[in-house]
C-alpha cells in the first residue's frame, strides 16, 4: 500500500491525497483533465448569460482545472454544445477508451460511404466502438478512405516485421526536424516521409512537434531531458480506499484524476475499475472480488440478437446493460465486449454474428 493509500485507509481527510501541484492557487496545475458530459451540461444549463456571470468559458475552464482551448472545442460562448459535447453529454458517466484498430480501418474503408452512411455515419459508429469521434476522425474520413495518419497505421500495425523495426522519437530526431522548419518539412513529403525514414511512428512523432516545426509539450519535456514520473500499478487497497469514500471523498480529494495523480497511477486505467462516484466498474468487481459464480453462461449469437431486439428501452427498462448480463448469467464486462448499451454490436459482436450466419447458411 502507498503512503497516500495507508492515509486513507487511516481514515485521514481525503484532501490530503491531493497532489502538490493540486494547491488552489496553481492555475495550470489542472491541465489534462476530462471534459465530462455532467460538466457540459451544467454549462449548456447556465446559457448566455450564467456563463458571463462566472467571467466566460475562459474562466469556467480555468476553475475546472481544462485547458481554455480544449473546452472551446465543445461549447461557445452562449453555452451552445457543438456535435461532439453533444454526444458526450449524452453520455453522462461513460467514457471512451476504445482504440483505432487496424482491424476498425480495414472494415471502415470496406465498408465504404453507403455502409457507414447506414449506419448513422462516422459519429455514430465511434459511438458504437467506444472511441472519441474527434480521435476516429483523425484516422478516417466519413467516406471510409485513411487518412495520413490512418495509412500510417495499417502500414506499421499490418506488418510484423516493420513494426519490430520502430524506434523511439529521440532528441537528435527533433532537433533535426525543428530546423529543417515549416518548408523543410514539407520539402520532405512531410511528417508522415520523415516518420518513416526514421522508424517512428508517426503517431508518436505528432505528439512531439507539429508540421511547422514547432515543438508540442511532450516534445519540449523530451529536449529538457524531462521523463514521465513512474507510473505505479492500481491496488486493490486503492480501489476499495475509494469505494469507502464515495462521490463525496473524491470530490473533496479533486476529483478522480487527483486522486490518480496523487498514487502515481493513469488515470484512464483508474477508472476502468472505479467511477467518479466511487462505485466500481464490473472490471473492477471481477479485480476485488473475483468472478461471480453465476456468471457462467458464454456470449452466444442468439444472445446477442435476444439483446439486438431489446434496444436502447428494452435494455434500460430491465435496469441497464450489467442487469441484463447478470439475469442471463454473464459476466457484464465481458457483454460490453461484445454489445453496446444501446443494444448496438460493437465489432467483436458483429464478428461473432458474421462467423455463425456464415457457418449457418444465414441462418
Not at 508522415?192 to 505528439?207: E, I, K, M, P
Request: net charge positive.
Amino acid at each position: 500500500m502507498s503512503g497516500t493509500d495507508a492515509r486513507l485507509a487511516a481514515g485521514d481527510s481525503p484532501m490530503s491525497v491531493q497532489p502538490r501541484s493540486a494547491a488552489p492557487n496553481a492555475r495550470r496545475s489542472g491541465r489534462g483533465r476530462k471534459v465530462t458530459g455532467e460538466l457540459l451540461l451544467r454549462i449548456e444549463a447556465l446559457g448566455a448569460s450564467g456563463i458571463a456571470a462566472k467571467g466566460g468559458i475562459g474562466r469556467i475552464a480555468d476553475a475546472h482545472g481544462i485547458a481554455r482551448s480544449t473546452l472551446r472545442t465543445y461549447v461557445s460562448k452562449c453555452g451552445k454544445l457543438y456535435s461532439e459535447a453533444s454526444d458526450r453529454a449524452a453520455e453522462t458517466g461513460r467514457f471512451r477508451t476504445g482504440k483505432v484498430t487496424v482491424g476498425l480501418l480495414r472494415a471502415l474503408e470496406k465498408m465504404g460511404p453507403q455502409r457507414i452512411k447506414s449506419r448513422g455515419g462516422l459519429r455514430a459508429i465511434a459511438r458504437d466502438e467506444g472511441i472519441p469521434f474527434r480521435t476516429l476522425k483523425g484516422y478516417v474520413d466519413r467516406y471510409g478512405k485513411p487518412s495520413v495518419l490512418g495509412r500510417a497505421r495499417l502500414l506499421d500495425h499490418g506488418d510484423p516485421a516493420r513494426l519490430a523495426a520502430k524506434v523511439p522519437v529521440t532528441p537528435e530526431l527533433l532537433r533535426s526536424i525543428e530546423g529543417l522548419g515549416e518548408s523543410g518539412i514539407r520539402a520532405a513529403g512531410g511528417l508522415g516521409a520523415l516518420a518513416d525514414r526514421h522508424n517512428v511512428f508517426l503517431s508518436s512523432l505528432r505528439s512531439h512537434i507539429n508540421g511547422k516545426g514547432v515543438l508540442g509539450h511532450l516534445g519540449k519535456r523530451l529536449m529538457k531531458g524531462e521523463r514521465r514520473a513512474r507510473i505505479s500499478k492500481i491496488s486493490n487497497e486503492l480501489l476499495r480506499d475509494l469505494e469507502a469514500l464515495g462521490p463525496q471523498g473524491i470530490k473533496a480529494a479533486g476529483g478522480l484524476v487527483a486522486v490518480a495523480t496523487a498514487n502515481h497511477v493513469a488515470f484512464d486505467t483508474l477508472r476502468s475499475y472505479i467511477d467518479c462516484r466511487g462505485q466500481l466498474t464490473p472490471v473492477g468487481r471481477v479485480r476485488l472480488y473475483g468472478v461471480d459464480p453465476s456468471h457462467t453462461t458464454r456470449v452466444t449469437p442468439t444472445l446477442l440478437r435476444e439483446i439486438q431486439a431489446l434496444g436502447k428501452h428494452g435494455i434500460a427498462s430491465e435496469g441497464g446493460l450489467d442487469a441484463v448480463a447478470s439475469k442471463r448469467r454473464v459476466a457484464p464486462h465481458i457483454l460490453r465486449h461484445y454489445v453496446t448499451s444501446s443494444g448496438t454490436l460493437k465489432q467483436p459482436g458483429r464478428v461473432t454474428m458474421a462467423r455463425f450466419e456464415s457457418n449457418n447458411g444465414g441462418a
